[in-house]
T-cell receptor, first 115, second 116 residues
Framework: AQKVTQAQTEISVVEKEDVTLDCVYE???????LFWYKQPPSGELVFLIR??????QNEISGRYSWNFQKSTSSFNFTITASQVVDSAVYFC????????????FGTGTRLTVIP | DTAVSQTPKYLVTQMGNDKSIKCEQN?????MYWYKQDSKKFLKIMFS???????INETVPNRFSPKSPDKAHLNLHINSLELGDSAVYFC???????????????FGEGSRLTVL
């Protein structure tokens, strides 16, 4: 069965610091998809990234970057020069080939950026 | 225009009542979902519909009945509400990528249900 572990329940950083949110996943499928979502205090879920298991290239989008390593089953998310607006709960999620259209979420990491 | 909209946003009701949450998406997607987020923020899928057809039905009490009148709408009806049903319910939609792929899910703003 699939599993997503976000071991960091809460993280606090001071504005402008870099922060990395960890995500470790388990799956028996060779084809799978990994996602990150942001849930700000207002409550909506905002899509950040989708990555399939065959694409191990790291991705950078502005201050956000993602490090996908199949060898360690990790899909970590780094925010560079954090800002107060980055304060949110961040969810990592997994969808397997054999269970497509079923997004299995981790328990989330609450990030607080202190001004 | 809101891509995925849910109503109501807040719902407070007594135990034993029946209530519905409506969801509409204007993205032209053909797959819609209901997720439940509990008090610890844990998100779990409840149902998924593709072109009005149920494709995922997780272990959810049969007091919960989804209805998809067309592919742009997926409503959730809950009978005989219980205290444990208190949660935030999220509707989402995505473009179906096939039986082995999962596209990006677009979520609504959530409907907070409180059962007293």
């Amino acid at each position: 069965a699939q599993k997503v572990t976000q071991a960091q329940t809460e993280i606090s950083v001071v504005e402008k610091e870099d922060v990395t949110l960890d995500c470790v996943y388990e799956t028996r499928d060779t084809t799978y998809y990994l996602f990150w979502y942001k849930q700000p205090p207002s409550g909506e879920l905002v899509f950040l990234i989708r990555r399939n298991s065959f694409d191990e290239q790291n991705e950078i989008s502005g201050r956000y970057s993602w490090n996908f390593q199949k060898s360690t089953s990790s899909f970590n998310f780094t925010i560079t020069a954090s800002q107060v607006v980055d304060s949110a709960v961040y969810f990592c999620a997994l969808s397997e080939e054999t269970g497509a259209n079923n997004l299995f979420f981790g328990t989330g990491t609450r990030l607080t950026v202190i001004p | 225009d809101t891509a995925v909209s849910q109503t109501p946003k807040y719902l407070v009701t007594q135990m034993g009542n029946d209530k519905s949450i409506k969801c509409e998406q204007n993205l032209g997607h053909d797959t819609m979902y209901w997720y439940k987020q509990d008090s610890k923020k844990f998100l779990k899928i409840m149902f998924s519909y593709n072109n009005k057809e149920l494709i995922i039905n997780e272990t959810v009490p049969n007091r919960f009945s989804p209805k998809s009148p067309d592919k742009a709408h997926l409503n959730l009806h809950i009978n005989s509400l219980e205290l444990g049903d208190s949660a935030v319910y999220f509707c989402a939609s995505s473009q179906f990528q096939g039986a082995t792929d999962t596209g990006e899910l677009f979520f609504g703003e959530g409907s907070r249900l409180t059962v007293l």
